[in-house]
């Protein structure tokens, strides 16, 4: 996936291969419950409106997601547009799921851990975090780098002993050194959903922010 637009799209979405021993953490899994992974499912609609603030530069764009039927509708720059989630038959249509991709992993990551197959993981009982040098516990996932919009991408986890992440690190296509490291921060219950509704750099140059968050039964 290319970077569009004020570091945008930076995470990837995968459906295929298997975990590291073929089953997942179970260390994955408790962070994915912490967020609520088990109510999930009661969810039928998600919205939310993705917000990059890079020094003077503002860009936002508005989602909703029906799940029974995975439609979304895209809300860019006062155009809206309905399409069905995974549909990349046309450029436009990659290019929207894309996006959508990105978006939704910065807000329900934790999920993924537990819903997606595609990544190995490595695990540190304890580790100092890079922005708060905090000591955290530390999760490296790593995609496979065959499927999705950004194959082969790494991150690292730092979470507190009730499995909330505080901090990571992005790789991109697993570089040593990270190409972006942001907080995890002010942290609000939706339906049982945990969301962290912003992600600063150490610099302040870079916020990734929430608003408008909604998670319909």
Known sequence: MRIII????????????????????????????????????KIKTVEFTFNVQRDTAHTARHWKW????NM???????????????????????ELNSKFTND???LLFPLHLKWDNGYTFSKNDTATAPLSSQKYHKYTVKYN????????????????????????????????DPS?????EDYQDFAGIKIAK??????GKFRLYFTDVRMGK
């Not at 029906?66 to 039927?69: G, I, L, P, S």
């Not at 895209?74 to 450029?91: H, I, L, P, Q």
């Not at 919009?149 to 690292?156: I, Q, R």
Request: glycine share 4%; with cysteine; net charge negative.
């Open 6 to 41: 004020l570091f945008i799209c930076i995470i990837s979405i995968q459906i295929s291969c298997t975990s590291h021993g073929n089953e997942k953490s179970s260390d994955l899994l408790a962070v994915a419950k912490a967020y609520g992974s088990e109510d999930f499912d």
């Open 66 to 69: 029906e799940r029974a039927t």
């Open 72 to 94: 979304i509708t895209s809300t860019d720059k006062g155009k809206s547009t309905s399409f069905k989630r995974y549909d990349t038959s046309t450029a436009e249509l990659k």
């Open 104 to 106: 939704e992993y910065w």
């Open 145 to 176: 780098d065959k499927d999705g919009f950004t194959p082969g991408d790494m991150y690292d986890l730092y979470t507190d002993q009730s499995h909330v992440v505080r901090e990571w690190a992005f790789h991109k296509k697993a570089s040593p």
């Open 180 to 184: 972006l490291i942001t907080t995890w």
């Open 198 to 203: 912003d992600h600063k750099t150490k610099d």
